[in-house]
């Protein structure tokens, strides 16, 4: 495995403050020469202008962010990350690669999730070289590498887990957003580690059922609404009727048999549970019959 090595590499500035006079001085004396009709040193100083131009371009620049990957014939030598105008031998080609925080979003996949539900989940992933050695030589295009490993790693992660939790305690897709996207980053990293690159963040960024079975999943979330609201309206009442018994009884307001009690209880019911106003019944005469 190739690992970076980090090299240093002389500073451009004063490699151009050098060779810049003496290319100066090679062109008068090819001039000189010329003018003297000195074949021998017109040729001379042709060879140490040539020179000067080959050494020249050993000049590069890294910017910010970037890091310049050095080669010997194919040979790695080293990477340079200091920013500004560097020198490094001719012959060494420079291969640039970015360093910068990058992010991309995966196209929307199709894929089952746990309960075998067919949903459409994508996600972005924010990742940034970290080795450049491994991402030029370990792999083929490491750019192309983080994205097709990515969109394996969203389709592995949605089969482990439903869209949503039918069970206490249950993890889904849609209901533990943190944990989900931590785990993701873990899987997506697991993958990459071997190109060089670091994954920072990684979230789904768009999570649905597939278009056939979206009204039906639906409805169902509609019914388990609807079925949530029902329970707490029905503790609720139940809550209300036994502090309303429990006070007359205290208060000694009023006193109610067996009967009484179990009918007070309904209409009580009756009244909080309605999703319509009720219409009151007025008793003008005795409690009993």
């Given at each position: 495995?190739?690992?970076?090595l980090?090299?240093?590499?002389?500073?451009?500035?004063?490699i151009?403050?050098l060779?810049?006079?003496?290319?100066?001085?090679a062109?008068?004396?090819?001039?000189s020469?010329?003018r003297?009709n000195?074949?021998?040193?017109?040729?001379?100083?042709?060879?140490?202008f040539?020179?000067?131009?080959?050494?020249?371009?050993g000049?590069f620049?890294?910017?910010?962010?970037q890091g310049?990957?050095?080669?010997?014939f194919?040979?790695y030598?080293?990477?340079?990350?200091?920013?500004?105008?560097?020198?490094a031998?001719?012959?060494?080609?420079?291969?640039?690669?970015?360093l910068r925080?990058?992010?991309?979003?995966?196209?929307?996949?199709?894929?089952?999730?746990?309960?075998?539900?067919?949903?459409?989940?994508?996600?972005?992933?924010?990742w940034?070289v970290?080795?450049?050695?491994?991402?030029l030589?370990?792999?083929?295009?490491?750019?192309d590498?983080?994205?097709v490993?990515?969109e394996s790693?969203?389709?592995?992660?949605?089969?482990?887990?439903p869209?949503?939790?039918?069970e206490?305690?249950q993890?889904s897709?849609s209901t533990?957003?943190q944990d989900?996207?931590?785990?993701?980053k873990?899987?997506?990293?697991?993958?990459?580690?071997?190109?060089?690159v670091?994954?920072?963040?990684a979230?789904?960024?768009?999570?649905?059922?597939a278009?056939?079975?979206a009204?039906?999943m639906?409805?169902?979330?509609?019914?388990?609404?609807?079925?949530?609201?029902?329970?707490k309206?029905v503790?609720?009442?139940?809550g209300?009727?036994?502090?309303?018994?429990?006070?007359?009884?205290q208060?000694?307001i009023?006193?109610?048999d067996e009967?009484?009690?179990?009918?007070?209880?309904?209409?009580l019911?009756v009244?909080?549970?309605?999703?319509?106003?009720?219409q009151p019944?007025?008793?003008?005469?005795?409690?009993?019959?």
């Amino acid at each position: 495995m190739v690992r970076e090595l980090p090299r240093k590499a002389t500073s451009g500035l004063s490699i151009l403050v050098l060779l810049l006079p003496v290319g100066l001085f090679a062109i008068l004396g090819i001039i000189s020469a010329a003018r003297a009709n000195a074949p021998g040193r017109a040729i001379g100083f042709l060879l140490l202008f040539m020179i000067v131009l080959f050494l020249l371009a050993g000049l590069f620049t890294v910017q910010p962010g970037q890091g310049r990957v050095l080669q010997l014939f194919g040979d790695y030598k080293g990477t340079v990350r200091e920013d500004g105008l560097r020198w490094a031998n001719p012959f060494l080609t420079k291969k640039t690669v970015s360093l910068r925080v990058r992010n991309f979003e995966t196209t929307k996949l199709k894929v089952n999730d746990h309960n075998s539900n067919p949903i459409e989940i994508a996600a972005v992933v924010v990742w940034q070289v970290t080795d450049t050695a491994e991402a030029l030589f370990e792999v083929d295009n490491y750019e192309d590498y983080v994205r097709v490993q990515s969109e394996s790693a969203v389709r592995g992660l949605a089969n482990q887990y439903p869209y949503d939790a039918h069970e206490e305690g249950q993890m889904s897709l849609s209901t533990n957003t943190q944990d989900i996207a931590d785990k993701l980053k873990g899987e997506i990293q697991d993958r990459l580690a071997k190109a060089g690159v670091k994954v920072l963040e990684a979230r789904i960024s768009h999570l649905a059922y597939a278009p056939e079975i979206a009204g039906v999943m639906l409805r169902r979330q509609q019914a388990s609404a609807v079925i949530a609201a029902r329970q707490k309206i029905v503790d609720g009442a139940v809550g209300m009727v036994e502090s309303a018994l429990e006070q007359l009884s205290q208060k000694q307001i009023v006193h109610l048999d067996e009967e009484r009690k179990a009918a007070m209880v309904s209409n009580l019911l009756v009244v909080l549970c309605s999703e319509q106003a009720t219409q009151p019944v007025v008793n003008a005469g005795t409690l009993y019959p």
